[in-house]
Structures are given as structure tokens and as C-alpha cells.
């Protein structure tokens, strides 16, 4: 509790804010010249409980399963069958669907330890995870449309087909940029700025309430419990963000899939 009251105020005793140097927190400790810091260490206890959980839930597969079974196959049935079959067919849909229920999941582990009590902080609010994704997703649309039509995927991704000659001067340079740069830097930007802000937001309710609790004291203990609420609610919210992330992150991909293997490639 001692550690919130000093985040939560400055040496002078006014209020000290969240601060975006959160978000490059000091090493930890090395392990074979390998720096760990605070975030390195939530993805790696994200990553332990993401497949900690799936081996639990498939490790004894039962023709009725059990509660634990059915969670689990409900989630993959969700990303299988709103994600992958949806969009891309059953065919497409089962040939990447390890990439998307990869894509889903990870982005939901991480996501979710933004809410963790003593973790505090989410696996995708640093730009290397939701990067890495981002250009896995960037070479699989690719990879998709150069094998379905090696000879027409970028022709026709850059000359739409049906478009006046002329056109093709504006349009061109509009597809190129919007297909092949924009893609990766949205999904990119749209996971990780969702992730800071909500970050943002959680400390600055929470070091308030600390704060008007355990420094200001009197009747500013008031204005704690409003802030109190507020960080509650706002949890709620970023459960629901980080769903909505991870599903949205999978199905723009399932979508720049879908688009690269259309019949017109």
C-alpha cells in the first residue's frame, strides 16, 4: 500500500499522474545477456497461462466434455467458426486457421493482464508485440494471394479491374499505400494505442483514489470514492476492450486473407 501512496503523490505531497515512462520499465534481471523487464515478464506469464490452459483442456479430450473442455473448445470454436469459416470458406478457413486462433488468443492473453492484480500492465502496450503481429499478418495476406495467382495477386491489387485507364494514375499510388503500408501500421497502432490509453486511464483512476484516500485525506476521501468507481467500471470496460481487440486484430487479418485469395486474383 506504501508503494501506491508514493506512486500516487510527489515528494511535496500533490498528485504525481501516470507518466508514459510506465511503458519502459527498468531491467529486471539478465539471463544470458537477455534484458527482462516488467513487461517481458507479463508476456511470459501470459504466454505460460495461455498454454497452460489449452493443454488442461485438451490434454484428456471426452466425447462429453467436461466444464474446463467446453470453455476451451468454445473459444476455439468461436475463432473456427466467426473468424476463419465465416470469411474465408471452410477450405481457406481451415488451412489458416492456426495462424488466427494464434493471432486471437495471444492478443487476448496479453491484452487481459492489463487488469491482473500485480501485473497491472498489458503484454501489447509495447510496440514489439503488436508490430510482430502486424507483419505476420502483413506476410501472410501476401504469401495467400501470390499462391492463389502468382501472376495477377499485385496486378490486380494495384490495376483494379473495371477502372478507366486514366484512373489508374490516382487510383494506383491509393492502393499501393493503402494495401501495402497502411495495413500493417492501422493494425499496429489500433492494438497498442487501445492498450496505453486503457493503461493510462486504470493508473490515473487508481492513483486518484490512493491518492485522496491516503494523502489528501478529510473530505477529499470523497472524491476517492468517486475515482474508486470510475477504475471499477473502467476494468469492466477493458475486459471488453481486450476481447474486441483480439477479435478484431484476427478478423482484419482473416479479412486481408480473404481479400488476397478473391476469385479476381
Known amino acids: 500500500m506504501n508503494l501506491l501512496v508514493q ?3 510527489s515528494d511535496d505531497g500533490s498528485f504525481q499522474g501516470p507518466s508514459i515512462n510506465e511503458f519502459f520499465p527498468p531491467t529486471l534481471f539478465t539471463i544470458g545477456g537477455l534484458e527482462f523487464n516488467r513487461i517481458i515478464v507479463v508476456r511470459f506469464i501470459a504466454m505460460i497461462a495461455l498454454l497452460l490452459i489449452f493443454w488442461i483442456g485438451t490434454r484428456r479430450m471426452r466425447l462429453i466434455p467436461g466444464r474446463f473442455q467446453s470453455v476451451v473448445e468454445m ?6 467458426v466467426n473468424i476463419a469459416e465465416d470469411l474465408l470458406g471452410k477450405k481457406d478457413g481451415r488451412r489458416f486457421l492456426p495462424l488466427l486462433t494464434t493471432i486471437f488468443f495471444m492478443i487476448l492473453f496479453f491484452n487481459l493482464t492489463g487488469i491482473v492484480p500485480f501485473l497491472n500492465i498489458a503484454g501489447t ?12 499478418a502483413y506476410v501472410t ?7 492463389k495467382s502468382p501472376a495477377n495477386f499485385f496486378k490486380n491489387a494495384l490495376f483494379p479491374p473495371g477502372v478507366p485507364w486514366f484512373l489508374y494514375i490516382i487510383v494506383t499510388p491509393i492502393e ?6 497502411l495495413r500493417p501500421i492501422t493494425l499496429t497502432l489500433r492494438l497498442l494505442m487501445n492498450m496505453v490509453v486503457g493503461h493510462l486511464l486504470l493508473v490515473l483512476f487508481f492513483t486518484a483514489t490512493t491518492f485522496f484516500f491516503f494523502s489528501a485525506g478529510g473530505w477529499w476521501s470523497l472524491f476517492g470514492i468517486g475515482t474508486f468507481a470510475f477504475g471499477f467500471v ?4 477493458e475486459i471488453l476492450v481486450a476481447v474486441l ?6 478478423l482484419l487479418t482473416a479479412v486481408y486473407i480473404q481479400l488476397a485469395v478473391a476469385e479476381e486474383h
Open 7 to 9: 506512486a500516487a503523490s
Open 75 to 80: 473459444g476455439l470454436d468461436f475463432v473456427r
Open 125 to 136: 502496450s509495447v510496440i514489439a508485440v503488436p508490430l510482430l503481429l502486424a507483419i505476420v
Open 141 to 147: 495476406f501476401i504469401y495467400a494471394g501470390i499462391k
Open 176 to 181: 499501393f499505400i493503402s494495401t501495402f503500408i
Open 234 to 237: 473502467f476494468t469492466l470496460f
Open 245 to 250: 481487440q483480439a477479435y478484431v486484430f484476427a
